[in-house]
């Protein structure tokens, strides 16, 4: 078989904190230690905690206090109510969590509501305990396991649907490890992040077996301005073309799809480039999932005080409340929109990208 040259490596965004915190506690696993040297090593201000208790010291002014937290990263231990595994569709039977937190600014973040406290990141030290956890999952999904159109993906492990791991690899090496613990585990088993990071160099010769399949998170050019902090969309797919060259399943995440002004335009080039980007590669194997902009109250407001003055649209034009599964209510497109977006994709997507396989929408 003639070998395929990858291409050329972006210059991708390495984000680093301003300080780590280390709870006493997380010293005691060798993945704990190993951050911490990592990020000294790095010339990140590493704090060494006397107990578990993140002591965070914010300024008093909120968009100080945001820019301080967003710039911390503290190591922690998930305790057991963490790896416990919550079911995760339509994404994959089970959601694993590296890491809790984002040090990216997207403007309509998906994290805005859900989590508690100031937006620091959490990564956890004890990756061992949570990884050997997961085989007593096997087989006991139901987005993947035991779905007969998905079924051939195996069970499935979601790493990113409380962060960002590969925003984080530089510092933490935790999605490097998981990769490389899934490529040992013989068994039909699937690990799944999505990214707006490009930094895929520490996993490309990682003996990964095809067990993990990375997505990359996009939006057209004129949308992409909400996601600060995180590389550009062309970084995005070349590192994802990287990837799939290596022999990893590749995914494209497209999301938020905002209905704006120009939004056919929009995402019809999106699409193109993607297809440009990967045209090179032998043999795709290529998935996309298409989520629609939505927000709760909660969201917006956390969302308002983060970035006041942004020009992302969270009017009631075009909306409609939907009631989730949980009780809680949040802001979606309405019925006309909806299906005016989902048959431009359907038509976009046959014609652009013919061998991909969508695996929802939402």
Known sequence: MAVVPLPPSPAPLAWRPRRLLVTRSSMTFAHGRAIAERAAAQGVEVVMLPGDRLALDLPDDPRRAYAAAKATLAVVVAPPSKRRLQPIAPSADWRVDLAEGCPAHCGYCYLAGSLKGPPITRVYANLDEILDGLPAYLGQGSVTSRNRDRAGEGTTFEASCYTDPLALEPITGALSATIAWFGRWDAPVQLRFTTKFAGVDPLIGLNHRGRTRMRASINPRAFARFEGGTDPVAA??????????????????????????????????????????????????????????????????????????????????NRTTKRTKFGTEKQVYDAET???????????????????????WT
Do not use: N, Q
């Open 236 to 317: 995005r797919l070349a590192g994802l073309a990287r990837m799939a060259m290596a022999g990893y399943p590749v995914g494209l995440t497209v999301a938020p799809i905002i209905a704006a002004d120009g939004w056919r335009e929009a995402y019809g080039a999106l699409l193109a480039d993607a297809a440009a980007a990967l045209g090179a590669v032998p043999d795709l194997d290529l998935t996309i999932e298409l989520i629609t902009h939505r927000f709760t109250a909660g969201s917006k407001a956390v969302l308002d005080r983060w970035y006041p003055g942004s020009s992302l649209d969270m009017g009631p034009a």
């Open 338 to 360: 909806m299906r005016a977006l989902r048959e431009f994709f359907a038509e976009a997507i046959a014609t652009t990208l013919p061998a991909a396989r969508v695996l929802y």
